[in-house]
């Protein structure tokens, strides 16, 4: 056993009391294999990383328990030596690639400075043997990467760096702390396939943290599961993930949407994170679990059920059961109801530039010349877009697509710099902003965010009341009914109305947010990442409720994600955006069954999926500039299915193998 | 970089031009006309028109200025009101001194509020940091001139050590000379040690806590590394800012310090000049003034600039 | 991508009031208080001449001595603690009135009132403060109102500078959007949404500004700009009292020491309030 955690309790001080991170978490991790921890936020599982490099912040406290690593007890290590185990025989990743390197350092030498204090290399040697390893981590030009500054390099890039950085001193583990959570699907399965590469030539062992079930079929031998700080369920990863033996991880299971099985009501797991200032006895997951006996509010210890250690002591009996999936207050099913066929929104021909650098700043000097160069960015460069009333179209890209923008666009939050849009048929273009209150009212907006989208200083109350107040929607008197019937709409409880949002989770912010959205009765809403911040349990539910809205109130929504499961569950159509450009719409069984663009292609195939083998592995180049006067098409420069200079001179067709499905490509393709 | 240094350049020079406009406004603009103010408000109505005219005060507002700023820049100052001697020597000899006195407070000041800053941030929460910050609480509260007071009282009246006020030029003997800068010196490093080593800590301590220096433990570097590689080279950064603006602040300290201790520089030349009304004098000190500010904050941008890589270097290469 | 935010709610109850507040605040309130009554408990005339009582140590009397005068020291000392507190609040009051409203615009309207407010800001704060004190001042008779004018003139830029970027950073919050997204014209959005989360930072900005408006108040009155003879604030008593600082030392410590001590007092008020507004907006569980 290369780490073997032994009833790890940790505490933290805080000004509301003592929170327990970890409480008796026992975990090991044999020679070459790869061990998730996979956990919600509050789960704990951060702070196993922490403890056992050695890295627990002031305030917190290991109570009791052992980490041996190699058989040895660190916590019962000196510092000196403990500090020598760091960075040697044991190496972090860390999440954010952003923050993590020294912005006023060279990356070559922030690779190989470990070298330099543990094996006592010079200098030059260490950067030597850092661009050696850079190149082993898929990094094609090292040499220049290594001289280069850490802003001076994509995300991508500084977390293959980092991961060179962890390599260098060949260290007997390896623990990721949620390496691929700041990046890009795309980016994320470039670097999953590269963890895999390197333990597949190197043996590495790993200790792996995530919260995303798919990364963990991908990359993981073994997992365990953390629930409010302790492992509710550990083995193979195949096993847990097949046949989950704990209703916590049955509900996480059936909570993820998944491409291939669509529509189909995801289930949710009711209720919140228990409070860990609070003592609690028995089973932590009693007031959420649908399986809940009289005997769970006695402690439940780790027993062995189903061949592994399950933290329920009903676990054998329900080895068969399913998380059953609740239907809430609107049994019925949902309609797969044709969309009404006169459109609600219309837009065509939207473009947005930014200028990033205006004034004094956009001077530059060329060969003694000055220059007047503002640097600019296309972020929606003639996207047309239509939905019809009742119609969820789901807008999919990632980073720099500019699918946020494109939403804003078209309620005019951000002004375009060119084409049109229609709202219920009129023209709202160039209307001055005083003019658009009517549009308003039919169309509104949800936020990713419920901490920023939510006055603090506000309550419910106040925040719901006022798109009634603001459009007189219902007489004042009125507006305190209608705020609780709002709020039951979102299945939130009527006194919540006096809260304040500091004082509600992240859940409940965005349910409040679509109240609001509500509250005008609008007949569109663009909903912009609504569940990206949220965690996966809470995230169920909030799909379903929109589902739920949208067939009762008959809205249309623009659901904006980078998260192509979410959105597959929840679109009738599908279009796909890569900067600034719409490379693919239809159906949304066309555009993840058939998809046509190859950057829907490699899109598809790089989202970690829990189910069935991953698809066929299609892997994108590094992102290259524009090149030339943009005439070409947006993806030229990544694409793995490059037809040659065409495609960067030439912009590319719009082909549509059906009424319905269209994409923009050089490659022809069979008509469905 | 190059772009970046010229379009510094450019921009320090509209502020001086606007500062020059902000303070003929003030002078000329203000109730009360300067030659009543000159003569005193008793003045025989002639006479006030003859000093007007001589003066120049009869052309519309916005001649005056040209003719006021287009001198300046030729060098020609004018004449002071009060000594009826030219602007410039005067200006340049107060200039000079002053000069002295700033430069070795200064020094004093940045290396001794450096340094405390560093020192109790790398000890944060120890004795040393409790006694760093109420030492430093203490010292904000006490204005410029009590700090004057105190030391002429301690060093001059008690102890004899110091002289409580004047000025030797070198020429009388470096001692001497000396002997009359430390009392001014030691009271304008007294006086913003406070000020720097608060600013210094705080910053220190932010940058102990971000992700890089975590991950540079997380390396196991020693600590040493982690402090001086880590840490300290990104702590350079805010303390060049914390320093810009404590040169501004210096730079009003003299005011208050040079009347104090009858020490013959540009601050006490400005209140002197406020004083008696010498309209000219004050108006090319403040300029002068300005200018140095200018281009002392000019400097630490550049310095700053220069140490940022991200500045340096510009955009991305991969 | 981010991080998911904790499903757990913040910290419930409210936390106790802190240490530092407290105490600041009794120290200010005495200050106010003594300041306020002043007319009243002062035990001597503050400004009745008599050269027989002149330089009278500390003593049972005089618990603060006389001065040059004969004039008691400690009543002086109370009265000057009206003008001294005046001033400050005075000049703070008119940098705020006019400093937050510019520094709203800036930060909510952007463009080129930005652009211009700022550009006059960095134009005022070319010239370091007591100059341009003594720039203003130079050009009118002095009295103790004018003062505290100037010195308000002096800050209104950092003023105007703090309440941009409290308002650019709340203006870039997702609550703002949500408001434009409801028609809601700028007068609202800048009155109920921005300002009810701007003024806690605010307020912390104002009432350490009152300390260097004090100080430098102060120290123009030292100058001679300020407040006139024989009324006197505290940094006129220092004045007068500077050539008998070896014979009467007590007539310059005592406002001396005042003035620390109501700085700090301040100081602690302000800290306080910073450390009791802000974290309630931001607490999340820690995360795990």
Redesign the interface.
């Known amino acids: 056993m290369t780490l073997a955690i032994e009833g790890l309790t940790v505490r933290?001080r805080?000004?509301?009391g003592d929170?327990a991170?970890?409480s008796d978490v026992s975990l090991s991790v044999a020679r070459g294999r790869t061990l998730a921890v996979v956990g919600?936020?509050?789960?704990?599982?951060?702070?196993i990383a922490l403890a056992v490099?050695g890295?627990l912040p002031a305030?917190a406290q290991v109570a009791a328990g052992r980490i041996l690593f190699k058989g040895d007890d660190v916590l019962a290590l000196d510092p000196e030596r403990r500090?020598?185990?760091?960075?040697?025989g044991m190496?972090?990743v860390?999440?954010?690639p952003f923050?993590?390197?020294?912005?006023?350092?060279r990356v070559g030498a922030q690779i190989g400075?470990?070298l330099v204090?543990?094996r006592g290399l010079t200098r030059e040697a260490a950067l030597a043997r850092a661009v050696e390893l850079l190149a082993e981590v898929g990094i094609t030009?090292a040499g220049?990467?290594a001289g280069?500054?850490p802003?001076?390099?994509?995300g991508g890039?500084r977390q293959r760096a980092l991961i060179a950085?962890a390599l260098a001193s060949e260290p007997a583990l390896m623990i990721l702390d949620?390496p691929t959570?700041?990046?890009?699907v795309t980016i994320e399965a470039q670097i999953l396939d590269l963890l895999q590469d390197l333990k597949a030539r190197r043996g590495l062992t790993t200790l792996f943290i995530t919260?995303n079930l798919g990364v963990v079929h991908r990359i993981a031998d073994d997992v365990a599961v953390l629930y409010a700080?302790q492992v509710a369920e550990q083995g193979p990863a195949r096993e847990v993930l097949t046949r989950p033996a704990h209703p916590y991880s049955k509900g996480l299971l059936a909570a993820i949407p998944r491409l291939g099985a669509r529509r189909d009501r995801l289930a949710s797991i009711p209720g919140?994170?228990p409070?860990?200032r609070e003592s609690m006895p028995g089973c932590r997951f009693q007031p959420r679990c649908p399986f809940a006996v009289e005997a769970c509010a006695a402690p439940q210890p780790l027993a062995l059920a189903l061949g592994r250690p399950v933290r329920c002591h009903r676990a054998e009996e329900l080895a068969d059961a399913a998380w059953p999936v609740i239907a809430e207050e609107r049994p019925g099913t949902r309609s797969r109801s044709m969309a009404d066929a006169a459109p609600i929104v219309e837009a065509a021909g939207l473009a947005k530039t930014f200028t990033l650098s205006r004034?004094?700043?956009a001077?530059?000097?060329e060969s003694w010349r000055?220059r007047y160069r503002p640097a600019r960015v296309r972020a929606v460069d003639g996207v047309a877009l239509a939905l019809c009333a009742r119609e969820v179209v789901g807008l999919v890209g990632e980073?720099g697509s500019g699918k946020s923008t494109l939403g804003?666009l078209i309620?005019r939050?951000q002004e375009p710099d060119a084409g049109r849009v229609r709202i219920a048929g009129e023209d709202v273009t160039s209307l001055p902003?005083?003019a658009?209150?009517d549009m308003?009212r039919r169309a509104?907006?949800v936020?990713?965010?419920?901490?920023?989208?939510?006055?603090?200083?506000?309550t419910v109350g106040e925040i719901i009341g006022?798109?009634l107040r603001?459009?007189a929607v219902v007489p004042p008197r009125e507006i305190g009914r209608r705020v609780h019937e709002l709020l039951d709409l979102v299945r939130l409880p009527a006194h919540y109305a006096e809260r304040y949002p500091?004082?509600?989770?992240?859940?409940e912010k965005q349910r409040v947010?679509i109240a609001?959205a509500l509250a005008?009765r609008p007949r569109f809403i663009v909903c912009d990442e609504p569940v990206?911040?949220?965690?996966v349990s809470?995230q169920a539910a909030v799909v379903n409720l929109l589902a739920d809205l949208k067939d009762d109130l008959g809205v249309a929504y623009l659901f904006i994600s980078?998260d192509i499961s979410v959105v597959a569950h929840l679109a009738d159509r599908i279009a796909v955006m890569y900067r600034g450009k719409i490379v693919e719409e239809g159906r949304a069984d066309e555009i993840t069954e058939r998809p046509r663009h190859p950057y829907t292609e490699a899109l598809l195939s790089a989202v970690p999926t829990i189910d069935h083998a991953p698809r066929q592995r299609l892997r994108l180049g590094?992102e290259q500039p524009r090149s030339g006067n943009g005439a070409g098409c947006v993806f030229a420069g990544r694409c793995h299915r490059r037809l040659g200079d065409i495609c960067e001179r030439k912009a590319p067709p719009v082909r549509q193998p059906s009424a319905t499905h269209s994409y923009a490509c050089h490659i022809e393709c069979r008509p469905e | 970089m190059?772009?970046f240094v010229?379009?510094r350049l450019?921009?320090v020079g509209v502020v001086l031009v606007a500062v020059s406009m902000l303070v003929f406004a003030i002078t000329s603009i203000l109730p009360g006309s300067v030659a009543h103010l000159i003569l005193g408000p008793f003045a025989p109505p002639e006479q006030v028109k003859a000093l007007e005219l001589k003066l120049g005060l009869g052309d519309p507002l916005w001649l005056q200025y040209w003719h006021w700023v287009s001198r300046i820049a030729s060098g020609d100052f004018g004449r002071s009101l009060l000594m009826d001697r030219p602007v410039y020597p005067l200006i340049a000899e107060a200039f000079a001194r002053s000069l002295t006195l700033t430069v070795a407070s200064f020094l004093l000041i940045a290396v001794i509020g450096v340094g405390l800053g560093v020192v109790a941030a790398l000890r944060h929460n120890g004795p040393l940091d409790h006694a760093v910050s109420i030492g430093t609480y203490l010292g904000i509260a006490i204005p410029e001139f009590f700090w004057a007071i105190v030391v002429i009282l301690v060093f001059a009246a008690t102890l004899g050590w110091l002289p409580a006020s004047g000025y030797e030029p070198i020429s009388a003997g470096f001692g001497v000379w000396l002997r009359h800068l430390i009392a001014p010196t030691l009271t304008l490093v007294f006086a913003h040690l406070a000020h720097v080593s608060r600013l210094t800590r705080s910053s220190m301590i932010e940058v102990l806590r971000?992700?890089?220096v975590?991950?540079?433990?997380?390396?196991?570097?020693?600590e040493r590394?982690v402090v001086l590689?880590?840490a300290l080279?990104?702590a350079l950064l805010p303390t060049i800012t914390v320093l810009a603006l404590d040169i501004g602040r210096l730079m009003g300290g003299i005011v208050v310090i040079e009347t104090v201790f009858a020490y013959p520089g540009l601050g006490r030349l400005l209140v002197f000049s406020v004083q008696s009304r010498d309209i000219p004098t004050l108006q090319a000190a403040i300029l002068v003034v300005a200018g140095v500010y200018a281009l002392a904050n000019l400097v630490a941008d550049l310095l700053y600039a220069w140490?940022?890589?991200?500045i340096r270097?510009g955009?991305?290469?991969? | 991508?981010?991080?998911?935010?904790?499903?757990?709610?913040?910290?419930?109850?409210r936390?106790p009031w802190p240490m530092q507040l407290k105490a600041g605040l009794v120290i200010v309130a005495t200050i106010i208080a003594l300041a306020v009554l002043a007319p009243w408990i002062a035990p001597h005339p503050w400004d009745t001449i008599s050269i027989r009582t002149r330089f009278q140590p500390p003593n049972a009397t005089y618990w603060l001595g006389t001065d040059d005068y004969g004039r008691d020291v400690l009543s002086r000392l109370l009265m000057g603690a009206r003008l001294s507190l005046a001033m400050g609040a005075g000049a703070t009051l008119f940098a705020v009135a006019i400093g937050v409203p510019l520094g709203l615009a800036a930060g909510y309207f952007r463009g080129w009132a930005d652009?211009l407010i700022m550009r006059a800001a960095d134009v005022l704060m070319a010239i370091p403060a007591i100059m341009l004190g003594l720039l203003v001042l130079a050009v009118t008779p002095p009295a103790l109102w004018k003062t505290a004018l100037a010195v308000g003139f002096v800050y209104i830029p950092l003023i105007a500078r703090v309440a941009r970027s409290v308002t650019l950073g709340l203006a870039g919050?997702?609550?703002v959007?949500?408001a434009?997204?409801?028609?809601?014209?700028a007068g609202y959005i800048l009155f109920r949404?921005i300002l009810?989360?701007a003024w806690p930072p605010l307020i912390v900005e104002a009432s350490l500004r009152v300390t260097y408006a004090i100080l430098l108040g102060s120290a123009l009155s030292f100058l001679g700009l300020g407040a006139q003879p024989p009324s006197s604030d505290w940094g006129l008593m220092i004045a007068e009292a500077r050539q008998f600082i070896d014979r009467a030392p007590w007539i310059a410590l005592a406002p001396g020491f005042a003035m620390c001590l109501l700085v700090v007092g301040i100081n602690l008020v302000g800290d306080g309030l910073r450390e009791r507004l802000d974290p309630?907006?931001q607490?999340h569980?820690?995360?795990?």
Do not use: C
């Open positions: 933290y805080t000004p509301g929170v991170a970890l919600e936020s509050g789960s704990g599982k951060s702070t490099m890295l305030e500090r020598r185990l760091r960075g040697s190496a972090l860390f999440q954010d923050t993590v390197l020294n912005p006023s350092l400075e470990g204090h543990h030009d220049a990467v280069a500054y802003h001076e390099l994509s890039m950085g949620e959570t700041a990046l890009d919260h700080g919140r994170l409070d860990l004034g004094l700043s001077l530059t000097w000055p980073s804003r309620l939050l902003q005083s658009l209150a308003r509104q907006i936020f990713q965010n419920a901490d920023s989208s939510l006055n603090p200083r506000k006022r798109p603001r459009f500091h004082q509600m989770s992240g859940g947010g609001r005008t990206s911040a949220l965690d809470v980078h590094l | 190059t772009a010229i379009r450019v921009l971000s992700p890089y975590t991950a540079a433990h997380a390396k196991g570097l020693p590394v590689r880590h080279r990104n140490l940022n890589p991200r270097y955009r991305s290469v991969a | 991508m981010d991080a998911a935010l904790p499903e757990v709610p913040a910290a419930r109850g936390r652009e919050e997702d609550f959007q949500a434009r997204a409801r028609a809601e014209g949404e009810p989360n309630r907006l607490r569980a820690p995360k795990a």
